[in-house]
């Protein structure tokens, strides 16, 4: 079956951050912006998904649930056959949102004062969790080699001391749209084991994967890098569903599964929602087909943009991009400060994009841009674009 991406569906009045809660997280009145920011899709969600939901709810008792038995099969399956990775069911630790089962990891694995690495520009919420609990951000800044970013391995042995207890890796890596090879991974997590450093592998964009590009899942490619990390999945990203905050964290690794079962108890955090449980298991299951498609659409999207931005915003260029629905927009070539870049961009573009500089060192000229959108919403985003480039 043709899922039809090109739909316009009005999030207007929907409830949705994205567009109706942007007065509210930003602070920003204008009701004529174009909003590409927020990192979910324009896209309907998967019909099994809502046809899961809808079952649940027209079975008419919404309760608290149990028996999950089939839940975790169901992951333990799609951990399987999706990123070829054998879990057992005990594995598994159930979450909400992964910035909430983030944090929880860092309260957990690390104390006051400790320090824990990011390799920025990064996902600015990770900066946010490991300061709000009063922990050290050490920062691996990526570098940018041509259009695509690499790890920095000689600046991380020298980050490392006995204070730095844990990396929370982006694995594939919000917003420089990296999916890191098996070599990469290697050598990440042979240096962490050499200095005693835990990886938590946020892997929320594991499924957005462009063509040619493979995913490894952190966890499956040893024993010992599986025993030394934490692995973070979710159907948020790929399935748009991020608003019913269901995540599940793999940690094979027994004494590290039972300190972090410990503290999810004490915060009461015990039992997936009802309604997250069908659409993840609906999302697992009978959602391949429309995957494969949203991710072709997003890919033929980004290869219009770029064709767009050659053709008529020399200025502005995109990285490669290997996955997310993210595109990283290097700006610098319109020699604007940040705060200016972001002022017209908002004023007289009407655009609202991920500021660049949000995503820490090495984000200054640069915005990020949601394209899991309809090609006619990216259309008139370059429109907007390209009449301001123009009038610089
Ligand atoms: C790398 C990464 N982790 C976590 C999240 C947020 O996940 P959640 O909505 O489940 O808290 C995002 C959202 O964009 C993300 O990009």
């Excluded at 995109?318 to 993210?326: D, P």
Aim: glycine share 6%.
């Amino acid at each position: 079956m043709k899922h039809n991406f090109d739909e316009v569906v009005n999030r207007v009045n929907s409830g949705s951050l994205k567009w109706d809660g942007i007065e509210e997280r930003l602070g920003i009145k204008d009701k004529g912006l174009l909003p590409m920011w927020v990192a979910d899709m324009d896209f309907r969600t998967p019909q099994p998904i809502l046809d899961a939901i809808k079952e649940k709810t027209e079975h008419g008792v919404l309760g608290y649930a149990g028996g999950y038995d089939e839940y975790f099969e169901t992951i333990v399956n799609w951990m399987k056959h999706r990123h070829q990775w054998e879990i057992q069911k005990e594995w598994i630790v159930f979450g909400g949102n992964l910035v909430s089962v983030l944090s929880r990891i860092i309260r957990t694995f690390t104390k006051p004062e400790d320090k824990i690495i990011v390799q920025s520009p990064v996902f600015a919420t990770f900066f946010h969790i490991i300061q709000d609990n009063g922990r050290q951000v050490v920062n691996n800044p990526l570098k940018l080699n041509g259009k695509s970013y690499e790890m920095d391995f000689d600046d991380l042995e020298k980050k490392f001391d006995p204070k730095v207890k844990l990396m929370l890796l982006c694995s594939p890596h919000n917003p420089v749209g990296r999916v890191w090879s098996q070599e990469e991974l290697i050598r990440l997590g042979e240096l962490c084991i050499k200095n005693n450093v835990l990886i938590v592998s946020d892997e929320i964009h594991a499924e957005t994967v462009f063509k040619g590009n493979k995913h490894i899942s952190f966890g499956s490619i040893s024993e010992e890098f599986s025993q030394n990390s934490i692995i973070c999945t979710s159907p948020h990203k790929a399935f748009n569903m991020a608003g019913l905050e269901i995540s599940n964290t793999i940690i094979p690794n027994d004494s590290l599964r039972k300190s972090f079962e410990n503290m999810l108890g004490s915060d009461g955090i015990n039992k997936p929602n009802l309604l997250g449980i069908a659409a993840l298991k609906a999302a697992y299951t009978e959602c391949d087909e429309w995957l494969s498609q949203a991710m072709d659409y997003c890919e033929a999207n980004y290869r219009f943009l770029c064709k767009y931005l050659k053709d008529n915003i020399p200025e502005v260029e995109a990285i490669k991009m290997e996955g997310t629905y993210l595109v990283w927009l290097n700006c610098k070539g319109l020699n604007l400060n940040h705060k200016v870049l972001e002022e017209r961009l908002i004023k007289e573009a009407k655009l609202l994009l991920s500021q660049g500089y949000t995503f820490g060192e090495g984000g200054n000229g640069f915005v990020r841009m949601n394209i899991a959108c309809p090609k006619l919403t990216l259309e008139e985003a370059l429109v907007r674009l390209k009449k301001v480039v123009s009038n610089m």
